[in-house]
């Protein structure tokens, strides 16, 4: 079972930045897809960005291309999410997650929401004017 701790999230009006960290366990952060999916209100848990620890490739939804990075510090076993230009679309629940990467290049699929483990309990992200 992964083990993850969320930290960051909170309340922004358009335009802002928030970031998020997930700190892993030695074990669930080496060489694994780890990142971010959220679940607004009424809707189905969605993948946001993942990055595959072992060689920091990332993988983003379509949705948050060019205004959201994911980033990982090995030293501390930490996955990072700056999330900028922030609308009201990405209100939602937070979660971070741990799961294997497919195939021979290694590839992140946010599709594969059930495929993941170490669900906490979230953070909040509210975009509201």
């Known amino acids: 079972q992964a083990q993850l701790a969320e930290f960051g999230g909170g309340s922004v009006r358009p335009g802002g930045s928030l970031s998020l960290s997930c700190a892993a366990s030695?074990?669930?952060?080496?060489?694994?897809?780890l990142g971010w999916f959220r679940q607004a209100p009424g809707k189905e848990r969605e993948g946001v960005a993942l990055i595959y620890t072992g060689n920091g490739n990332p993988f983003y939804a379509d949705s948050v291309k060019g205004r959201f990075t994911i980033s990982q510090d090995n030293d501390k076993n930490t996955v990072h999410l700056q999330m900028n230009s922030l609308t009201t679309e990405d209100t939602a629940m937070y979660y971070c997650a741990a799961g294997r990467p497919r195939g021979s290049w290694y590839r992140c699929i946010l599709e594969d929401v059930d495929k993941y483990s170490g669900w906490g309990q979230g953070t909040q992200v509210i975009v509201s004017s």
């Open positions: 030695r074990d669930t952060y080496m060489s694994k897809c």
